[in-house]
């Protein structure tokens, strides 16, 4: 009897075994989307944090004293150079410079009483009836008093400057900031407090930080030979994460590393046509490093890692059958892994779908559409 219930329970569980097979030949292939991908030449670039800087500024301060009656400027608005942007009373200024022409006359009458005086003794001279010491006494007083008028001159001159100066003016072309004087106030030559600040705002600096040791490679040409003299253009992503819609360029390196950081500044230069880069502004610059050939841009969502941390993806081969392929990933851009080893031309990664499927299973792959890549996304060449 017993021996009857054992063959009895090995028939039911051959048929039901059977049956799991034959319900699993019946079920269709599980559907995936996939992404064939081909070798490519890719820039590699790295982001730096910086701040917005003036291409100029300029501090305006009096260069005489007095008070000032008047501003001619609105606050933030555009200025060139030799506009009037302050007056200072000019009354004192105007007084030094009537004094300084009254000198100036004064020491030229007494100039044309000098020289008609030498005149008189050289041709009294020229008679005899002069000595040699008068003749050299008219002498010595004429060029005396072309001296005199030379000072007298150089005295109005120097007025007529001061008075310019009660009339400050612009000394750059830029947008003006606000004033730190109004009408009434006591103003000094060359005083600590800056009466306003021009800056020139296009086009303007970004200076970023980089270390020392990747600089190095700048220093020795191995960037510029990787990069195919890719011109140093850098992008620019403002505070919001939004794209500045101008390209920059690297302009200068400081000479100089800091000793606390190990860091190196950075100058670009960007057109900045609708002054939407402020001075003090942050931002982020990302500059090319290099460029690598033959590698593969993979889509993060079909990369995922083993337990021991290795990147691994899912692959589709030729047969419908799902592969695991172990990667060797450089670095990330944008949304998809840099990836040098581990894959062939023409492979079919698996992007969504992932959660049920494995190893060895029939799939039935569709190839992902291609979408726009947003413009401020990482380019391939």
């Known amino acids: ?15 039901g075994s059977t049956a799991s097979v034959h319900a699993q030949q019946g079920m269709p292939p599980t559907a995936v989307t996939v992404v064939t991908v081909q ?64 000198l100036l006359r004064q020491a030229e009458a007494q100039l044309s009483a000098a020289e008609r005086e030498f005149e008189r003794i050289s041709a009294l001279s020229d008679r005899g009836v002069s000595s040699q010491q008068a003749l050299d006494d008219a002498l010595s007083g004429r060029d005396s008093a072309q001296a005199a008028v030379e000072v007298a001159k150089a005295q109005l001159q120097s007025a007529e400057i001061e008075l310019n100066r009660t009339e400050i003016r612009a000394r750059l072309t830029g947008r003006i900031g606000l004033s730190e004087a109004s009408p009434g106030a006591l103003v000094t030559a060359s005083q600590a407090t800056a009466l306003t600040t021009i800056r020139n705002l296009d086009p303007v600096y970004v200076d970023v930080t980089q270390s020392a040791a990747e600089l190095l490679a700048w220093r020795r040409g191995e960037t510029a030979r990787d990069l195919k003299d890719a011109n140093l253009e850098v992008s620019l992503t403002l505070a919001d994460g939004s794209a500045f819609g101008h390209k ?23 057109d900045n046509p609708n002054q939407l880069l402020l001075p003090g502004m942050y931002v982020q610059v990302e500059m090319p490093t290099t460029t690598m050939e033959n590698v593969f841009l993979v889509p993060q969502e079909g990369v995922t890692r083993d ?10 081969n030729a047969d419908n059958t799902v592969e695991e392929r172990t990667l060797s990933v450089v670095t990330d851009q944008g949304a998809t892994w840099v990836v040098s080893e581990g894959l062939n031309p023409g ?35």
């Open 248 to 270: 920059g360029l690297l302009t200068a390196a400081e000479p100089h590393v800091d000793e606390q950081t190990g860091v190196v500044v950075l100058r670009m230069e960007f």
């Open 347 to 381: 492979d079919r990664i698996i992007v969504e779908g992932l959660q049920k499927v494995r190893p060895g299973a029939t799939v039935a792959p569709e190839e992902r559409v291609a979408s726009l890549e947003p413009a401020d996304a990482p380019q391939a060449n």
């Open 39 to 102: 070798p490519e030449t890719v820039t590699l670039a790295t982001t730096l944090p910086g701040r917005v800087r003036a291409s100029a500024q300029a501090e305006v301060r009096p260069q005489v004293n007095g008070i000032i009656t008047e501003r001619l400027f609105e606050e933030g608005t555009h200025v060139e150079a030799g506009d009037t942007l302050y007056r200072i009373d000019p009354t004192t200024y105007e007084a030094a410079v009537l004094q300084a022409r009254a």
């Open 1 to 15: 009897m017993i021996r009857l219930l054992y063959h009895f329970c090995g028939l039911l569980v051959l048929a």
């Open 307 to 316: 337990r021991r941390g290795n990147a691994v993806a899912m692959l589709v």
